[in-house]
């Protein structure tokens, strides 16, 4: 298995380009999530999925959009880049809700000038 | 606010020596708590978690947390550090709605 798979590692945008950040997972898992991590704020939840066609807003969804149209993936998409959207983005799953361990993904690097 | 903090930014202690990594929460009904490991460029591991049962709860590499519903408390635990444990450990709490909330996390660091 590989796991949560995320691509790309790393990303350099300009301020108003958009871009989809990839996330798929082998697991037949039916959670997933996507997280952003900020110095000194940890993980905060941007969107969750608990399965195909139901999505769910997290705590900073603003900027996002996200769907679910299979189990395996769940990309992550940015309308409109700002300088405020400079993170590292992670992607988990977990077999059923949040109650479970959550498996993530080696994350993206992302700068936006 | 349903949240939860790990009060110290860092936590240093001498290998062999027992570990303490603070964690409380603020959620309304019964948490769900767990605690996950990050090592450098990388994404988050899971060590352990509470739902219900025994406050005691045991995980990986020798980890250890007590779950302290009056105190509301779920602190971290090892009792022989590891030079190998140092790295960023963060406390979360599933919400009711299978939203989470993590705490900005504490860098641990064990010295030889």
């Known amino acids: 298995n590989a796991g949560v798979t995320q691509t790309p590692k790393f990303q350099v945008l300009k301020t108003g380009q958009s871009m989809t950040l990839q996330c798929a997972q082998d697991?037949?898992?039916?959670?997933m999530s996507w997280y952003r991590q900020d110095p000194g704020m940890g993980l905060r939840l941007i969107h969750y999925?608990?399965?195909?066609?139901?999505?769910d807003q997290g705590e900073v969804p603003n900027g996002y959009n996200v769907s679910r149209s299979t189990t395996e993936d769940f990309p992550l998409r940015l309308l409109s880049a700002a300088p405020s959207q400079t993170s590292v983005y992670f992607c988990?799953?977990?077999?059923?809700?949040?109650?479970?361990?959550?498996?993530f993904g080696p994350g993206t690097r992302l700068t936006v000038t | 606010a349903q949240s939860v903090a790990q009060p110290e930014d860092q936590v240093n202690v001498a290998e062999g020596n027992p570990l303490t990594v603070k964690c409380t929460y603020s959620?309304?009904?019964?948490?769900?708590l767990f605690w996950y490991v990050q090592y450098p460029n990388r994404g988050l591991q899971f060590l352990l978690k509470?739902?219900?049962?025994?406050?005691l709860v045991k995980g990986s590499y020798g980890f250890e947390a007590e779950f302290n519903k009056s105190q509301t408390s779920f602190h971290l635990k090892k009792p022989s550090a590891l030079v190998s444990d140092s790295a960023l450990y963060f406390c979360?709490?599933?919400?009711?709605?299978?939203?989470?909330?993590f705490g900005a996390g504490t860098r641990l660091t064990v010295k030889p």
């Open positions: 988990a799953s977990s077999y059923s809700t949040s109650s479970y361990e959550q498996y």
């Open positions: 697991m037949n898992h039916e959670y």
């Open positions: 999925s608990v399965g195909a066609g139901i999505t």
């Open positions: 959620v309304s009904g019964n948490p769900y």
């Open positions: 509470y739902i219900t049962g025994d406050n």
């Open positions: 979360a709490v599933r919400l009711i709605n299978n939203d989470m909330r």
